[in-house]
C-alpha cells in the first residue's frame, strides 16, 4: 500500500523509519480486501480533516496563528478548523514552553480528547526545554508527559515547517488501522507502560 499525500512525492518521506515500520506491520497483518478498503475510506476522511486544539503559551503560538492567514491558508490541507475545546479536536497543537504548573493543566485536555488522538510538539520549547531547559520550572520536552507522534524543530518554526509536520501527521493517520486493532492504545501502552 502506498501512501500518497496531494503535492508531495512519497520519497519525500523516506527518512521516517517509524512510519516505514507500521506501514510493514499493516502489510503484514494480511487485512482483508473489504476492510482495508473500508480502512482506506476512513482514513482519508480522518487525515484530511483533522482538527487542531492548540495550547499555545509562547512565540510558536504566533507562527501557528500565521497559518491561518491568506498567505498559507491552513484550510487547503483540511487543519481550518481550530478548537478551544478538546472534545472537538484530533490532536493537540504543543505549541511554546509548558512548566511544571501548567503539565497538569495540559495532561488533563489530552485526556478529555476523543480516540483516536494525536500530539504534535512545535518549536524548540515543547520539544525538549528549548533555550530553558536548564531552568528548574521547564519541562524538558512535552514528551515527558504525552507522548508526541510528531516534533516540528524550531524556535520558531517557520509555516512551511509546521505544514511539513502537520502532513507527516496525516500520512501517519492516512496508514493506521481503524478497524481490528489500535495503534494508539499499543503505542501508549509502549510508551507509559498503562
Request: with cysteine; proline share 5%; aromatic share 10%.
Amino acid at each position: 500500500m502506498e501512501v500518497k499525500i496531494k503535492s508531495m512525492k512519497y520519497e519525500d518521506f523516506k527518512d521516517n523509519e517509524y512510519i516505514e515500520q507500521l506501514i510493514g506491520e499493516l502489510k503484514a497483518s494480511n487485512t482483508n480486501v473489504v476492510v482495508g478498503c473500508l480502512d482506506e475510506l476512513i482514513n482519508w476522511g480522518r487525515s484530511n480533516s483533522l482538527w487542531p486544539l492548540t495550547f499555545a503559551t509562547s512565540c510558536c503560538g504566533i507562527e501557528f496563528m500565521s497559518l491561518g492567514a491568506a498567505r498559507y491558508d491552513m484550510a487547503r490541507f483540511g487543519f481550518e478548523v481550530a478548537r478551544a475545546s478538546p472534545r472537538q479536536a484530533d490532536f493537540v497543537m504543543v505549541a511554546g514552553t509548558i512548566v511544571h504548573r501548567m503539565a497538569p493543566v495540559l495532561k488533563r485536555l489530552y485526556d478529555q480528547l476523543a480516540e483516536p488522538k494525536y500530539v504534535v510538539a512545535v518549536g524548540g520549547c515543547a520539544v525538549s526545554g528549548g533555550p530553558f531547559k536548564n531552568s528548574y520550572h521547564v519541562l524538558k520536552g512535552v514528551g515527558e508527559i504525552l507522548p508526541v507522534d510528531v516534533y516540528i524543530p524550531g524556535c520558531p518554526p517557520r509555516p512551511e515547517a509546521m505544514f511539513y509536520g502537520l502532513m507527516q501527521l496525516q500520512r501517519k493517520v492516512k496508514v493506521e488501522k481503524f478497524f481490528g486493532g489500535v495503534n494508539r492504545q499499543e503505542k501508549r501502552e509502549k510508551v507509559f507502560g498503562k
